[in-house]
């Protein structure tokens, strides 16, 4: 079945440094891709997505690139605040049914040390 | 402008016990779902309904029961509470089919420890 593989964190970085959270699928149709963030004690919200191969998905200083000859979907952040510190959550879902079967990552906790 | 709204947000359970988690949506989405987030686990999906009178199993349905009379909530029923269960709760919504994927929106979540 399609799955989703992060590394492992925590992660821990100094304020400013570059921020890359690997990501790599496995899935049987054609993808869309996410990216949600999960601040301490909320649900989580989407932070990007990507719906085709070498679509860049972006918000908040964030970046993620579709690629699908490597199966991956990076993320990355060229300068992390103290605000960033938070779990990371990549995910898949089949782009012909909706969100509803969305499959998650083990997720990815971000500590940022101003 | 609420979105997705789940109670309770902390609960104790005795082995054995049931209860209900209350989820409300307010968007008029049609997809709803119930995820469990357990350390190293990330998010396992439990039941999931595409429309009021329409549930199904996700991955780990196990000891959990839904339904969906209306649009607007989704409860998750536990039948008899076991330690297993003792999870971060979340509930989703999300707009029907599109190509492309469509974005979810989670509540908050509910701590449930069942002791």
């Known amino acids: 079945g399609d799955s989703v593989t992060q590394m492992e964190g925590p992660v821990t970085l100094s304020e400013e440094a570059f921020l890359t959270i690997n990501c790599t699928y496995t899935?049987?149709?054609?993808?869309?891709l996410f990216w949600y963030v999960q601040y301490p004690g909320e649900g989580l919200q989407l932070l990007l997505k990507?719906?085709?191969?070498?679509d860049k998905g972006s918000n908040k200083g964030f970046e993620a690139t579709y690629r699908k000859e490597t199966t991956s979907f990076h993320l990355e952040k060229g300068s992390v605040q103290v605000s960033d510190s938070a779990v990371y959550f990549c995910?898949?879902?089949?782009?012909?049914?909706?969100?509803?079967?969305?499959?998650f990552g083990a997720g990815t906790r971000l500590f940022v040390k101003a | 402008n609420a979105g997705v709204t789940q109670t309770p947000k902390f609960q104790v359970l005795k082995t054995g016990q049931s209860m209900t988690l209350q989820c409300a949506q307010d968007?008029?989405?049609?997809?709803m779902s119930w995820y469990r987030q357990d350390p190293g686990m990330g998010l396992r999906l439990i039941h999931y309904?595409?429309?009021?009178?329409?549930?199904d199993q996700g991955e780990v349905p196990n000891g959990y029961n839904v339904s969906r009379s209306t649009t607007e909530d989704f409860p998750l029923r536990l039948l008899s509470a076991a330690p297993s269960q003792t999870s971060v709760y979340f509930c989703?919504?999300?707009?029907?089919?599109?190509?492309?994927?469509?974005?979810?929106?989670f509540g908050e979540g509910s701590w449930l420890t069942v002791v």
């Open positions: 995910a898949l879902s089949d782009r012909n049914t909706g969100g509803f079967k969305t499959i």
């Open positions: 990507a719906t085709k191969a070498d």
């Open positions: 309904s595409v429309g009021a009178g329409i549930t």
């Open positions: 899935a049987t149709g054609y993808p869309s």
């Open positions: 989703a919504s999300s707009r029907g089919r599109a190509i492309g994927g469509n974005t979810i929106y």
């Open positions: 968007m008029n989405h049609e997809y």
